[in-house]
Protein backbone atom coordinates (compact mmCIF):
# COMPACT_ATOMS: atom_id res chain seq x y z
CA UNK A 1 0.00 0.00 0.00
CA UNK A 2 1.40 3.40 -0.91
CA UNK A 3 1.42 5.28 2.35
CA UNK A 4 0.51 8.68 1.69
CA UNK A 5 -3.11 10.82 1.25
CA UNK A 6 -4.48 12.02 -2.04
CA UNK A 7 -7.10 14.95 -0.85
CA UNK A 8 -9.44 14.15 -4.02
CA UNK A 9 -8.66 10.24 -3.60
CA UNK A 10 -10.38 7.56 -1.72
CA UNK A 11 -8.14 5.25 -2.39
CA UNK A 12 -5.25 3.95 -4.01
CA UNK A 13 -4.78 0.22 -3.35
CA UNK A 14 -1.69 -1.73 -4.24
CA UNK A 15 -2.64 -2.19 -7.94
CA UNK A 16 -2.18 1.70 -8.61
CA UNK A 17 -5.84 1.49 -9.57
CA UNK A 18 -7.87 5.04 -8.54
CA UNK A 19 -10.95 4.99 -6.56
CA UNK A 20 -11.36 9.19 -7.03
CA UNK A 21 -13.91 11.25 -6.29
CA UNK A 22 -12.96 14.41 -8.01
CA UNK A 23 -14.72 18.16 -7.89
CA UNK A 24 -17.27 18.48 -10.16
CA UNK A 25 -17.04 22.03 -10.08
CA UNK A 26 -13.51 21.49 -11.19
CA UNK A 27 -12.97 23.04 -15.18
CA UNK A 28 -10.56 19.86 -15.96
CA UNK A 29 -9.98 20.65 -19.73
CA UNK A 30 -8.31 24.20 -18.04
CA UNK A 31 -6.45 22.29 -14.96
CA UNK A 32 -5.15 19.34 -18.14
CA UNK A 33 -4.20 21.73 -19.94
CA UNK A 34 -2.09 23.42 -17.00
CA UNK A 35 -0.90 20.50 -15.96
CA UNK A 36 0.58 19.51 -19.40
CA UNK A 37 2.63 22.65 -19.23
CA UNK A 38 3.87 22.52 -15.94
CA UNK A 39 5.40 19.02 -16.23
CA UNK A 40 6.47 19.15 -19.81
CA UNK A 41 3.82 16.37 -20.85
CA UNK A 42 1.87 15.18 -23.70
CA UNK A 43 -1.74 13.06 -23.86
CA UNK A 44 -1.44 10.25 -26.55
CA UNK A 45 -5.01 9.30 -27.23
CA UNK A 46 -6.27 6.12 -29.33
CA UNK A 47 -9.02 6.78 -31.91
CA UNK A 48 -11.23 5.18 -29.55
CA UNK A 49 -11.44 7.36 -26.63
CA UNK A 50 -14.12 9.33 -25.02
CA UNK A 51 -14.68 12.55 -27.35
CA UNK A 52 -13.85 14.71 -24.64
CA UNK A 53 -10.34 12.75 -24.25
CA UNK A 54 -9.90 13.14 -27.71
CA UNK A 55 -10.36 16.93 -27.51
CA UNK A 56 -7.58 17.53 -25.26
CA UNK A 57 -5.21 15.50 -26.15
CA UNK A 58 -1.71 16.63 -28.09
CA UNK A 59 -2.16 13.71 -30.75
CA UNK A 60 -4.78 11.36 -31.76
CA UNK A 61 -4.02 8.12 -33.68
CA UNK A 62 -4.27 5.06 -34.45
CA UNK A 63 -1.92 1.98 -33.08
CA UNK A 64 1.19 2.88 -35.43
CA UNK A 65 0.56 6.42 -35.34
CA UNK A 66 0.75 6.45 -31.55
CA UNK A 67 3.86 4.65 -31.25
CA UNK A 68 5.53 6.58 -34.15
CA UNK A 69 4.67 9.94 -32.31
CA UNK A 70 5.62 8.21 -28.59
CA UNK A 71 9.26 7.52 -30.53
CA UNK A 72 9.75 11.10 -31.46
CA UNK A 73 8.17 12.95 -28.44
CA UNK A 74 10.74 15.39 -26.25
CA UNK A 75 8.04 15.61 -23.42
CA UNK A 76 9.46 14.53 -20.15
CA UNK A 77 6.34 12.94 -19.43
CA UNK A 78 3.62 10.59 -21.92
CA UNK A 79 0.15 10.52 -20.81
CA UNK A 80 -1.34 7.35 -22.82
CA UNK A 81 -4.92 7.67 -22.98
CA UNK A 82 -5.33 4.42 -24.55
CA UNK A 83 -5.07 0.22 -23.26
CA UNK A 84 -2.37 -1.31 -21.28
CA UNK A 85 -0.27 -2.75 -24.41
CA UNK A 86 -0.33 0.93 -25.97
CA UNK A 87 1.46 2.46 -23.14
CA UNK A 88 4.13 -0.56 -22.71
CA UNK A 89 4.53 -0.01 -26.24
CA UNK A 90 5.34 3.73 -25.04
CA UNK A 91 7.42 2.60 -22.20
CA UNK A 92 9.49 0.27 -24.50
CA UNK A 93 10.37 2.95 -27.02
CA UNK A 94 11.21 5.54 -23.86
CA UNK A 95 12.82 3.81 -21.34
CA UNK A 96 14.04 7.35 -19.36
CA UNK A 97 10.60 8.35 -19.67
CA UNK A 98 8.07 8.76 -17.41
CA UNK A 99 4.96 7.10 -18.90
CA UNK A 100 1.45 7.03 -17.22
CA UNK A 101 -1.68 5.02 -17.99
CA UNK A 102 -5.31 6.79 -16.51
CA UNK A 103 -6.21 3.22 -15.83
CA UNK A 104 -4.00 0.31 -15.39
CA UNK A 105 -7.59 -1.81 -15.70
CA UNK A 106 -7.49 -0.38 -19.44
CA UNK A 107 -6.38 -4.16 -20.84
CA UNK A 108 -6.93 -5.25 -24.11
CA UNK A 109 -9.02 -8.78 -24.75
CA UNK A 110 -6.99 -9.88 -27.93
CA UNK A 111 -3.65 -9.10 -26.00
CA UNK A 112 -5.25 -11.17 -23.25
CA UNK A 113 -6.03 -13.98 -25.47
CA UNK A 114 -2.72 -14.40 -26.65
CA UNK A 115 -0.80 -15.79 -22.60
CA UNK A 116 3.48 -15.06 -23.80
CA UNK A 117 3.70 -19.18 -21.64
CA UNK A 118 1.35 -20.65 -23.88
CA UNK A 119 2.70 -18.67 -27.04
CA UNK A 120 6.28 -19.97 -26.50
CA UNK A 121 5.67 -23.11 -26.51
CA UNK A 122 2.94 -22.52 -29.70
CA UNK A 123 6.07 -20.92 -31.42
CA UNK A 124 9.13 -23.94 -30.41
CA UNK A 125 6.87 -26.21 -32.67
CA UNK A 126 7.66 -23.82 -35.58
CA UNK A 127 11.17 -23.23 -34.92
CA UNK A 128 12.03 -21.85 -38.54
CA UNK A 129 9.05 -19.68 -38.66
CA UNK A 130 9.30 -15.62 -38.50
CA UNK A 131 7.16 -14.28 -35.51
CA UNK A 132 4.75 -11.51 -36.54
CA UNK A 133 2.91 -10.09 -34.02
CA UNK A 134 0.05 -7.79 -34.34
CA UNK A 135 0.69 -4.63 -32.18
CA UNK A 136 -2.36 -5.34 -30.11
CA UNK A 137 -0.30 -7.77 -27.50
CA UNK A 138 1.48 -7.42 -24.65
CA UNK A 139 5.00 -6.53 -23.79
CA UNK A 140 6.41 -10.20 -22.90
CA UNK A 141 4.76 -11.56 -26.26
CA UNK A 142 6.80 -8.97 -28.02
CA UNK A 143 9.47 -10.52 -26.66
CA UNK A 144 8.80 -14.02 -28.44
CA UNK A 145 8.13 -11.43 -31.67
CA UNK A 146 10.58 -10.69 -34.78
CA UNK A 147 8.91 -7.90 -36.01
CA UNK A 148 5.26 -6.13 -35.05
CA UNK A 149 2.43 -4.83 -37.61
CA UNK A 150 -0.45 -2.78 -37.08
CA UNK A 151 -3.82 -2.86 -39.16
CA UNK A 152 -2.45 -0.38 -41.82
CA UNK A 153 1.13 -1.77 -42.09
CA UNK A 154 0.56 -5.40 -41.92
CA UNK A 155 0.50 -5.95 -45.59
CA UNK A 156 3.61 -3.86 -45.96
CA UNK A 157 5.31 -6.27 -43.06
CA UNK A 158 4.40 -9.53 -44.52
CA UNK A 159 5.36 -8.62 -47.96
CA UNK A 160 8.61 -7.71 -46.66
CA UNK A 161 9.73 -10.93 -45.16
CA UNK A 162 11.37 -13.15 -48.07
CA UNK A 163 8.98 -15.49 -49.52
CA UNK A 164 10.66 -18.98 -48.52
CA UNK A 165 10.58 -17.81 -44.75
CA UNK A 166 7.25 -19.34 -43.14
CA UNK A 167 5.15 -17.24 -40.92
CA UNK A 168 3.68 -17.49 -37.52
CA UNK A 169 0.65 -14.70 -37.13
CA UNK A 170 -0.52 -13.67 -33.47
CA UNK A 171 -2.77 -12.89 -31.74
CA UNK A 172 -5.56 -12.06 -34.15
CA UNK A 173 -7.07 -14.75 -36.10
CA UNK A 174 -9.45 -12.54 -38.24
CA UNK A 175 -6.74 -10.26 -39.08
CA UNK A 176 -4.00 -13.15 -39.79
CA UNK A 177 -6.54 -14.43 -42.37
CA UNK A 178 -7.70 -11.23 -44.46
CA UNK A 179 -3.93 -10.54 -44.55
CA UNK A 180 -3.55 -14.26 -45.79
CA UNK A 181 -6.01 -13.49 -48.63
CA UNK A 182 -4.52 -10.27 -49.29
CA UNK A 183 -1.01 -11.22 -49.43
CA UNK A 184 -1.15 -15.08 -50.47
CA UNK A 185 1.03 -15.96 -48.30
CA UNK A 186 0.30 -19.20 -45.85
CA UNK A 187 0.44 -18.45 -42.45
CA UNK A 188 -0.24 -20.02 -38.25
CA UNK A 189 -2.61 -18.23 -37.25
CA UNK A 190 -2.63 -18.29 -33.22
CA UNK A 191 -6.31 -18.07 -32.25
CA UNK A 192 -7.22 -15.09 -30.83
CA UNK A 193 -9.68 -12.44 -30.93
CA UNK A 194 -11.04 -8.82 -30.59
CA UNK A 195 -14.23 -8.77 -28.44
CA UNK A 196 -15.73 -5.34 -30.09
CA UNK A 197 -14.42 -6.28 -33.76
CA UNK A 198 -16.23 -9.91 -33.60
CA UNK A 199 -19.68 -8.99 -32.35
CA UNK A 200 -20.54 -7.10 -35.76
CA UNK A 201 -24.46 -8.89 -37.04
CA UNK A 202 -24.72 -9.22 -40.65
CA UNK A 203 -28.24 -9.51 -40.75
CA UNK A 204 -28.59 -5.86 -38.60
CA UNK A 205 -25.88 -4.50 -40.83
CA UNK A 206 -27.84 -5.88 -44.29
CA UNK A 207 -31.24 -4.27 -42.95
CA UNK A 208 -29.56 -1.19 -42.40
CA UNK A 209 -27.64 -1.03 -45.65
CA UNK A 210 -31.61 -1.41 -46.93
CA UNK A 211 -32.64 1.45 -45.14
CA UNK A 212 -29.47 3.40 -46.33
CA UNK A 213 -28.93 2.08 -49.42
CA UNK A 214 -26.32 5.05 -50.83
CA UNK A 215 -24.08 4.24 -47.78
CA UNK A 216 -20.79 3.00 -47.92
CA UNK A 217 -20.30 0.12 -45.29
CA UNK A 218 -16.38 0.25 -44.01
CA UNK A 219 -14.75 -1.98 -41.59
CA UNK A 220 -11.62 -3.00 -39.53
CA UNK A 221 -9.85 -6.05 -40.64
CA UNK A 222 -10.53 -7.44 -37.72
CA UNK A 223 -13.82 -8.17 -38.09
CA UNK A 224 -15.00 -11.23 -38.74
CA UNK A 225 -14.66 -12.79 -42.51
CA UNK A 226 -18.40 -12.66 -43.28
CA UNK A 227 -18.21 -8.46 -42.60
CA UNK A 228 -15.60 -8.20 -44.19
CA UNK A 229 -17.02 -9.47 -47.27
CA UNK A 230 -19.85 -7.14 -48.01
CA UNK A 231 -17.34 -4.12 -46.89
CA UNK A 232 -16.89 -1.22 -49.37
CA UNK A 233 -13.86 -0.79 -47.87
CA UNK A 234 -11.66 -2.34 -44.99
CA UNK A 235 -8.43 -0.41 -43.44
CA UNK A 236 -7.47 0.56 -40.12
CA UNK A 237 -8.16 3.09 -37.80
CA UNK A 238 -6.55 6.16 -39.49
CA UNK A 239 -7.31 4.52 -42.87
CA UNK A 240 -11.10 4.07 -42.66
CA UNK A 241 -11.14 8.48 -41.39
CA UNK A 242 -9.16 9.29 -44.55
CA UNK A 243 -11.60 7.13 -46.62
CA UNK A 244 -14.55 9.29 -45.12
CA UNK A 245 -12.80 12.43 -46.02
CA UNK A 246 -11.74 11.97 -49.40
CA UNK A 247 -15.05 9.67 -50.59
CA UNK A 248 -17.91 11.73 -52.07
CA UNK A 249 -20.87 9.58 -50.29
CA UNK A 250 -22.65 11.54 -47.51
CA UNK A 251 -23.94 7.99 -45.04
CA UNK A 252 -20.74 5.80 -43.95
CA UNK A 253 -21.76 2.40 -41.58
CA UNK A 254 -18.78 1.92 -39.45
CA UNK A 255 -17.97 -1.61 -38.41
CA UNK A 256 -15.14 -0.53 -35.74
CA UNK A 257 -15.40 0.37 -32.40
CA UNK A 258 -17.13 3.98 -32.29
CA UNK A 259 -14.87 6.54 -30.63
CA UNK A 260 -13.71 6.74 -34.38
CA UNK A 261 -16.99 8.80 -35.06
CA UNK A 262 -15.68 11.70 -33.34
CA UNK A 263 -13.26 12.28 -35.64
CA UNK A 264 -15.18 11.36 -38.42
CA UNK A 265 -18.00 13.80 -37.34
CA UNK A 266 -15.42 16.82 -36.98
CA UNK A 267 -14.01 16.36 -40.26
CA UNK A 268 -17.05 15.86 -41.97
CA UNK A 269 -19.68 17.58 -40.11
CA UNK A 270 -22.17 17.22 -43.36
CA UNK A 271 -22.07 13.46 -43.66
CA UNK A 272 -24.07 11.43 -41.43
CA UNK A 273 -21.95 8.31 -39.83
CA UNK A 274 -23.91 5.04 -38.51
CA UNK A 275 -21.99 2.82 -36.49
CA UNK A 276 -22.54 -0.52 -37.11
CA UNK A 277 -24.66 -3.04 -34.97
CA UNK A 278 -23.79 -5.45 -32.73
CA UNK A 279 -24.84 -8.99 -32.67
CA UNK A 280 -26.59 -8.25 -28.86
CA UNK A 281 -29.47 -6.25 -27.11
CA UNK A 282 -27.32 -3.22 -27.46
CA UNK A 283 -26.84 -0.42 -29.57
CA UNK A 284 -23.51 0.73 -28.80
CA UNK A 285 -20.02 -1.05 -30.00
CA UNK A 286 -17.73 0.25 -27.79
CA UNK A 287 -14.39 -1.22 -25.91
CA UNK A 288 -15.15 -1.38 -22.38
CA UNK A 289 -11.02 -1.49 -22.08
CA UNK A 290 -10.86 1.96 -23.68
CA UNK A 291 -13.42 3.52 -22.14
CA UNK A 292 -12.17 2.79 -18.70
CA UNK A 293 -10.08 6.26 -18.97
CA UNK A 294 -12.45 9.41 -18.07
CA UNK A 295 -11.27 12.88 -17.77
CA UNK A 296 -11.28 12.42 -14.08
CA UNK A 297 -8.31 9.87 -14.65
CA UNK A 298 -7.20 11.84 -16.70
CA UNK A 299 -6.58 14.44 -14.65
CA UNK A 300 -5.45 12.58 -11.29
CA UNK A 301 -2.89 10.64 -13.52
CA UNK A 302 -1.34 13.45 -14.25
CA UNK A 303 -1.42 15.36 -11.09
CA UNK A 304 -0.15 13.04 -9.31
CA UNK A 305 1.76 10.90 -11.81
CA UNK A 306 0.45 7.43 -11.03
CA UNK A 307 -0.04 4.99 -12.47
CA UNK A 308 2.91 4.75 -13.91
CA UNK A 309 3.97 2.18 -16.46
CA UNK A 310 7.12 -0.11 -15.26
CA UNK A 311 8.51 -2.57 -17.15
CA UNK A 312 11.82 -4.56 -16.67
CA UNK A 313 15.09 -4.59 -18.99
CA UNK A 314 15.34 -7.34 -20.48
CA UNK A 315 11.24 -7.28 -21.55
CA UNK A 316 12.24 -3.77 -22.66
CA UNK A 317 15.48 -4.59 -24.37
CA UNK A 318 13.68 -8.03 -26.19
CA UNK A 319 10.68 -6.04 -27.38
CA UNK A 320 11.63 -3.26 -28.28
CA UNK A 321 13.89 -4.94 -31.21
CA UNK A 322 10.49 -6.12 -33.39
CA UNK A 323 8.66 -2.50 -32.56
CA UNK A 324 11.90 -0.74 -34.21
CA UNK A 325 12.16 -3.17 -36.66
CA UNK A 326 7.89 -2.68 -37.72
CA UNK A 327 8.98 1.25 -37.90
CA UNK A 328 11.97 0.82 -40.03
CA UNK A 329 10.07 -1.04 -42.74
CA UNK A 330 6.70 1.64 -41.79
CA UNK A 331 8.99 4.78 -42.77
CA UNK A 332 10.76 3.40 -45.67
CA UNK A 333 7.18 2.54 -47.08
CA UNK A 334 5.98 5.75 -46.28
CA UNK A 335 3.33 5.35 -43.44
CA UNK A 336 4.10 8.26 -41.36
CA UNK A 337 2.19 9.34 -38.54
Not at 152 to 161: G, K, L, P, R, T
Not at 245 to 259: D, W
Amino acid sequence: MIDFEIPEVKNLNRKGFLDFEVDPTLDLVAEINKLKKEKKAIILAHYYQESEIQDVADYIGDSLGLAQKAESTDAEIIVFAGVHFMAETAKMLNPHKKVLLPDLKAGCSLADSCPAPLFKKFKEKYPDHVVVSYINCTAELKTLTDVCCTSSNAEVIINSIPKDKGIIFAPDKNLGAYLQKKTGRNMVIWNGACMVHEIFSHEKITKLKVRHPEAKFIAHPECEAHILDVADFIGSTSQLLKYTKENPAQEFIVATESGILHQMELASPDKLFIPAPPNNTCACNDCPHMKRNTMEKLYLCMKYELPEILLEDWVIEKGKVCIDRMLEVSVAAGFKA
